[in-house]
């Protein structure tokens, strides 16, 4: 899609004739991915090595549309805990027009055993 990943809390994308939709306008799903990447990028900055993340819901609201130049989006950490977070992010377009809002929550746990660890202590030695 062409992310770039500017630091943990703000990613850019140039639009390209390929992200706009049939109907002339950039395509909703090109600022959605944006946003979900910088959250899941600024929670990620937030975890300890045994931790992993996963998305809950984004609520998402579109404002205006752009069909040329660069869509910068910013995030901001609202509240964590050991199980979940919230977050914010705004795209805006790099005249500095807002195009997007949004508001998400993120699923934190501990990354379980592998498959094969589970299975060998299950298995009870032969009598």
């Not at 989006?73 to 005249?95: P, Q, Y």
């Not at 934190?108 to 202590?121: E, L, M, N, S, V």
């Amino acid at each position: 899609m062409g992310i770039r990943w500017d630091d943990p809390q703000t990613v850019r994308l140039q639009i390209r004739p390929e992200l706009i939709n049939a109907g002339g306008l950039l395509s909703g799903v090109v600022t959605y991915a944006m946003v979900d990447y910088c959250m899941g990028s600024t929670l990620w900055a937030q975890t300890t090595r045994p931790e992993r993340i996963a998305t809950i819901s984004i609520s998402i609201n579109y404002v205006q549309t752009a069909t040329e130049g660069e869509l910068i989006c910013r995030t901001e950490l609202d509240r964590r805990n050991r199980s979940n977070a919230v977050m914010r992010s705004e795209v805006r377009h790099e005249d500095g027009r807002l195009l997007v809002t949004a508001i998400g929550s993120y699923a934190i746990f501990t990354k379980p055993p592998r498959a094969g660890i589970r299975a060998a202590a299950a298995v009870k030695p032969a009598e």
